[in-house]
């Protein structure tokens, strides 16, 4: 039976007992992909010096007929494909050892343009990881920078959200097949996405978001991007999982600190703690670090202040107001207890928003 290229390419994904680096083995030996499905065990044992054992398990056969049904399926779905040698294949996904073979995609994005950042972080943001989502995203406007994420609740869809609100590309990689949106909630933004971005996913149609997928889309997350930034993470989660693979991948990971006594924030602090992530207050920060000459610059890149107290913020714009006041002018100027204004300083330095200068006064960072 003749297949179409696109068939064999499917197919090559299936066989038993292989994965992306064994069959990378297998495709880099042969002259056409075809020939790993036409080739006599033999042949391909002389070719590739892989065991006949394990090449006889392969399930050849099988691969194809299972391919077929997957190329039917795709065409219904307007889902597209791009294989390993195929020069539209990301090329910082390529440079993996456990890349994918093949993603399914849909939306039209050169994959190889721009810069490319992934920012993740937990399902249960707070106000204050929303707000950093939001003037992160903002500050890449007018810039070549696409972002990446997982479409997952929290931090994720705030990214994607404020992706499309302020005109950035956005690129949502996915644990299963492309013709469901999970969760369902997101499918509005799912589609706008698409428009100027993508959906990605090695998984082929009607393949369900299982628990074990999600780890293993995450390291396309980390590998196809020039830098990885966490927002905000507990102790254990799918983001920290993210920062270690794009550690492995030796690309830069960034993470935003937080309140020590937040447990949205403790993944975060500790990657910092660790050496295992570079802290970063704002995008320009991120910037100067990835040592990108961005000349467009948003008015929005200024600290982000995590949510603050009403007698915090109180203290904060009575300094931004008067910047050479004392410590004493301003329990004054509030008609604060100078011991009730103590602890509220100490909060704001802990949390990197302003420091203690000669003369008895602070400093906002």
């Not at 302020?166 to 644990?175: D, F, K, S, W, Y």
């Not at 107290?309 to 004054?332: T, Y």
Request: a neutral charge.
């Amino acid at each position: 039976m003749n297949y179409s290229t696109q068939c064999y390419e499917i197919a090559v994904t299936q066989l038993f007992g292989f994965g992306p680096i064994k069959t990378k083995q297998l495709i880099e030996a042969v002259v056409d992909i075809k020939l790993i499905f036409s080739l006599s065990i033999s042949e391909l044992a002389k070719l590739t010096e892989i065991n006949k054992p394990i090449l006889q398990k392969m399930e050849r056969e099988a691969a194809l007929v299972w391919s077929e049904k997957v190329c039917k399926s795709i065409q219904k779905y307007g889902i597209n494909t791009v294989f390993y040698t195929d020069s539209k294949y990301p090329r910082r996904l390529k440079q993996c050892a456990d890349a994918p073979l093949l993603l399914y995609t849909r939306g039209d994005i050169d994959f190889n343009d721009s810069k490319y950042v992934s920012i993740v972080g937990t399902r249960d943001a707070s106000d204050y990881g929303k707000r950093i989502c939001n003037e992160l995203v903002q500050s890449f406007t007018g810039t070549n920078i696409v972002v990446v994420s997982g479409l997952a609740y929290g931090v994720d869809i705030a990214v994607h959200k404020s992706c499309l609100q302020h005109n950035i590309p956005t690129i949502g990689v996915l644990a299963h097949g492309l013709e469901i949106i999970y969760p369902s909630a997101h499918q509005n933004i799912a589609s706008e996405m698409i428009k100027t971005g993508a959906l990605i996913s090695e998984f082929p149609p009607y393949t369900n978001p299982d628990r074990e997928n999600f780890p293993m889309r995450n390291r396309i997350v980390a590998g196809m991007c020039d830098a990885t930034i966490i927002v905000e993470s507990k102790y254990r989660g799918g983001s920290l999982i993210t920062a270690d693979l794009a550690n492995d991948y030796n690309k830069d990971v960034f993470a935003f600190p937080g309140n020590v006594f937040d447990e949205n924030s403790e993944g975060c602090n500790r990657l910092i703690a660790a050496n295992k992530a570079h802290l970063i207050m704002n995008g320009e920060d991120f910037m100067l670090k990835m040592g990108w000459n961005l000349t467009v610059k948003s008015p929005v890149q200024k600290t982000i202040f995590p949510q603050l107290s009403e007698e915090e913020q109180m203290i904060v714009e009575l300094i931004q107001s008067k910047p050479e006041i004392n410590i004493d002018s301003i329990a004054m100027n509030l008609k604060m207890p100078i011991s009730k204004l103590s602890v509220c300083l100490f909060q704001l330095e802990m949390n990197g928003i302003l420091k203690p200068i000669p003369g008895n006064k602070c400093q906002l960072l």
